[in-house]
């Protein structure tokens, strides 16, 4: 006997079904890891990805309203605090992208909520595919493998195909944590080549040189491998979770220790590997500033505007919270903290459902708590794969709360061969 779920009902008719979504929505997330030129070709695939779902007559869930609600809010701040400044080629750029990555949340919000078992499969590999891609050519452009290699590095640090170390560690995030469940809990084919892939990433990962995607990779390790154990069923499982966490752990240290027998490596480790830099504190360091900012934030209920922060103190804010309320105001601010603290709040309330995704949601909540936390010191307002995870994660919690509640009035019926 089995339960006929929600999604499955969803899957033969839905936007999913369509051959040139599927292939859209592989190129759209591959596309994600490539973002040395502007526009990129992330922004090419998702319109083509968007034309197709409005065709394919894409549905939004009641739930989704809340997340529409909360950006545009955010972008309606921007807007305002645009008008303060007059319009410019710079600034309206700024808030022009600001809208369309709002936009990009709500559609893969949507196109995950519709059948989330079939997209989160298909973004899964896609991301994990450009993951390799991007870490092999941080690799071979931080080593200078060949001629014109230093292409996929900046000032000395690997940058792979972005045009920003600290962007592109981050990005390499989500495929590191989803290899690393594979080895913790291996399935198939796939765990015998996943910890030479995670090694991989790892190392370009840690080429970056970025204080932020090592911290972010470590935070979201601990949250993956607390969820993984937490939503077990089996003590005798967990106990392995636990034990090859540890060996992974110890694996990273003895590949970290090999890098570092680099003389390059290791001399650029021990500047990079500084808490705080001198560019960070004194007065007019990044602490200092933004200290010497938030009086002048608190006067100012509409906002500075976009660019305006950086034209004031001299520097960008270097926390995306900070930069929410200069760039798009009170409104845009509390709109953008509300936002964020929803979608942490989504997702530990759904991710412990034992649902088909849910080793998905696990990876991808993990890796949306670390990039929160080094939104602290870091810009990511404008980052492609925050948009990206956060709509992930409203997705995964509209279809989950579809699925519980379907299953919870659904009768037991004969399981149909297909779903067996």
């Not at 270097?318 to 979608?343: C, K, M, P, Q, S």
């Not at 412990?352 to 670390?370: C, E, K, M, N, Y």
Request: net charge neutral; charged share 10%; aromatic share 12%.
């Amino acid at each position: 006997m089995a339960y006929v779920s929600a999604t499955h009902n969803v899957a033969r008719t839905g936007a999913l079904s369509s051959r040139a979504v599927r292939l859209l929505l592989v190129l759209t997330v591959f596309a994600g890891g490539f973002v040395f030129i502007e526009p990129s070709p992330y922004e090419i695939t998702f319109l083509g990805l968007f034309a197709c779902l409005l065709i394919a007559g894409l549905r939004l869930l009641p739930i989704l309203a809340i997340q529409m609600l909360c950006l545009v809010g955010f972008n309606v701040g921007g807007l305002i605090a645009l008008s303060l400044l007059g319009i410019d080629s710079k600034t309206s750029t700024y808030v022009i992208v600001s809208f369309y990555l709002a936009l990009t949340a709500i559609v893969f919000a949507a196109v995950v909520c519709e059948d989330a078992e079939r997209a989160t499969a298909i973004i899964g590999r896609a991301w994990i595919a450009s993951g390799v891609v991007v870490a092999s050519a941080g690799i071979i452009g931080y080593f200078n493998v060949v001629p014109g290699a230093d292409f996929f590095t900046l000032y000395g640090r690997a940058r792979g195909t972005f045009e920003d170390p600290n962007v592109y560690g981050p990005f390499l995030i989500l495929p590191a944590l989803l290899l690393a469940q594979s080895v913790l809990s291996p399935t198939g084919r796939r765990s015998l080549i996943s910890p030479f892939l995670l090694a991989l990433i790892v190392t370009g990962l840690l080429l970056s040189f970025s204080r932020a995607a090592w911290v972010h990779l470590v935070l979201s390790g601990m949250c993956l491998t607390y969820l993984m154990v937490v939503t077990s069923k089996s003590n005798l499982f967990r106990l392995r979770i636990i034990a090859m966490a540890g060996l992974g752990f110890v694996a990273c240290l003895v590949l970290l220790a090999g890098l570092l027998s680099i003389p390059s490596v290791w001399e650029f480790f021990q500047m990079r590997a500084i808490l705080v830099q001198d560019y960070d504190g004194g007065a007019t360091g990044r602490f200092g500033t933004q200290l010497m900012a938030l009086p002048e934030l608190f006067s100012a209920p509409l906002g500075l505007g976009p660019h305006e922060y950086g034209v004031r103190f001299g520097q960008d804010p270097h926390n995306v919270y900070l930069n929410a309320f200069a760039a798009y105001g009170w409104l845009g601010g509390f709109a953008y903290f509300t936002y964020v603290i929803l979608t942490l709040v989504l997702g530990l309330r759904f991710v412990f459902a034992d649902v088909p995704w849910q080793r998905f949601f696990i990876s991808t909540l993990s890796a949306f708590v670390g990039l929160v936390l080094i939104g602290l010191v870091v810009d990511t307002d404008h980052w492609r794969h925050f948009y990206l995870l956060s709509g992930l994660i409203w997705g995964m919690s509209a279809a989950t709360l579809t699925e519980v509640r379907f299953q919870q009035h659904a009768q037991p019926v004969a399981a149909h061969p297909a779903l067996a």
